[in-house]
């Protein structure tokens, strides 16, 4: 898959090729929020352009015939907020080129950070107590969880790119059926880990005599599912 940074060497490729358009490449850049970025609830000095906050109650029950309190989650809220936002070359310290993200949510990524996750533990008093053995429930906690795609952070994209008008490239998701994937990690790093994991995969194939390539897309498969599952 060729690679490619948001500069001018892109925009020359793409303005040599048919209908500007490459139906399948990699971008690597930093991420810039197009427009005011979010800022984080909970911790200071802290911005991104994908933002999830998540609150989830645990509560115990009392089960009377075995004697013993179980836990379980109620009542979870889930807040996303997005901008706008584009990668630009991470050795340009004023860039001429900008590289729009379209629908990132839409992809198949892995690309929040935590930032911040917090217990709160329920107090208890005499009262509640009262009320707890009559009622056979009493509240446990409340977590508190924030993911950031952060701004300033590597990200790298697998998709279509294209440039409109002449002047506004655009990273979107393939036409031709091809996964759209965005991870939060620069290619090389990329790369050297799905290196290790292909060695891996290599060795169990010389010792099981299993076919290499049936197990290579196995586990990239099952990598991006993986991916999937976390984003949710």
Known sequence: IPVFRPDQHLVKVLNSAPHKRLSYVAVEGIIQADGEPLVSRYVPRCFGVIQKITTEEHWKHFNFATRTWNSRRVNKKETNNSVSFSL????????????KVQTPLEASA???????????RAEEGVADLVLQTLSGEKPDAVVENEEMLRVGSSLIGFGEVVLEEGRVTKLQAPKNG????????????????????????KM?????????????????SSFFGKQDRKSK
């Open 88 to 99: 630009v070359s991470p050795e340009s310290y004023m860039p001429d080129v900008y590289v």
């Open 178 to 201: 091809r996964q759209y994937i965005l991870v939060s990690s620069d290619y090389r790093s990329f790369m050297h880990r799905h290196e290790a994991s292909a060695s891996m995969w």
């Open 204 to 220: 169990l194939t010389a010792v099981t005599g299993i076919t290499g390539a049936a197990l290579l897309a196995g586990a990239v």
């Open 110 to 120: 892995s690309i929040l950070e935590r930032v911040y996750s917090k217990v709160r």
